[in-house]
T-cell receptor, first 114, second 117 residues
Framework: RKEVEQDPGPFNVPEGATVAFNCTYS??????FFWYRQDCRKEPKLLMS???SGNEDGRFTAQLNRASQYISLLIRDSKLSDSATYLC???????????????FGKGTKLSVIP | DTAVSQTPKYLVTQMGNDKSIKCEQN?????MYWYKQDSKKFLKIMFS???????INETVPNRFSPKSPDKAHLNLHINSLELGDSAVYFC????????????????FGPGTRLTVL
């Protein structure tokens, strides 16, 4: 089983739609969870952290279910500028001495269509 | 103003050559990383350094040798390049681990697209 699994998509949605991405992780000891966004031929950038209580940032809502080892991202009122690949990211362990390893899913591609 | 910069942006070379990629961050972070993103867009950690000391080495062939002359720089030297080394290499940096609920964001450079012919 892969460490972090995502549906690769693509998800093609009209502007204004609500879209949800899911992700599962295999290591039950994983400590921290994130969604990163990667535009075409660009570097990944942090979109939001994911907390156990769930958290919201504008049109974006992230949820974590530790029991099911499942993370989700909901995007409401999709904009053309939301078109990107969304990467589910997990920190499986703290590597010590200040550094930590990000484990990435393969990403879910979103295209928002006018 | 660039937080994490890498040079070169593109690198095209022949099999068997040796090449280096440079990375610099001006964020004052103590930790730097190299990631590889293959043709299937899968991003995977290669190395991490904390205060110039190697912390993570994820079963990368020893043809890859990172070097950190100071906390702001982490360079990647690759010997005897192979076709399978073609990928985008991303440098990243972060502050020290802030705990499971802390701000543990990693900042990525723009990437170096390596093509081995």
């Amino acid at each position: 089983r892969k460490e972090v699994e995502q549906d690769p998509g693509p998800f093609n949605v009209p502007e204004g739609a609500t879209v949800a991405f899911n992700c599962t992780y295999s290591n039950s000891a994983s400590q921290s969870f994130f969604w990163y966004r990667q535009d075409c031929r660009k570097e990944p950038k942090l979109l939001m952290s994911v907390y156990s209580s769930g958290n919201e940032d504008g049109r974006f809502t992230a949820q974590l279910n530790r029991a099911s080892q499942y993370i989700s991202l909901l995007i409401r009122d999709s904009k053309l500028s939301d078109s990107a690949t969304y990467l589910c990211v997990v920190i499986p362990r703290h590597s010590g001495a200040g550094s930590y390893q990000l484990t990435f899913g393969k990403g879910t591609k979103l295209s928002v269509i006018p | 103003d660039t937080a994490v910069s890498q040079t070169p942006k593109y690198l095209v070379t022949q099999m068997g050559n040796d090449k280096s990629i440079k990375c610099e961050q001006n964020l004052g972070h103590d930790t730097m990383y190299w990631y590889k993103q293959d043709s299937k867009k899968f991003l995977k950690i290669m190395f991490s350094y904390n205060n110039k000391e190697l912390i993570i080495n994820e079963t990368v062939p020893n043809r890859f040798s990172p070097k950190s002359p100071d906390k702001a720089h982490l360079n990647l030297h690759i010997n005897s390049l192979e076709l399978g080394d073609s990928a985008v290499y991303f440098c990243a940096s972060s502050q020290e681990w802030r705990g499971p609920s802390g701000n543990n964001e990693q900042f990525f450079g723009p990437g170096t697209r390596l093509t081995v012919l």
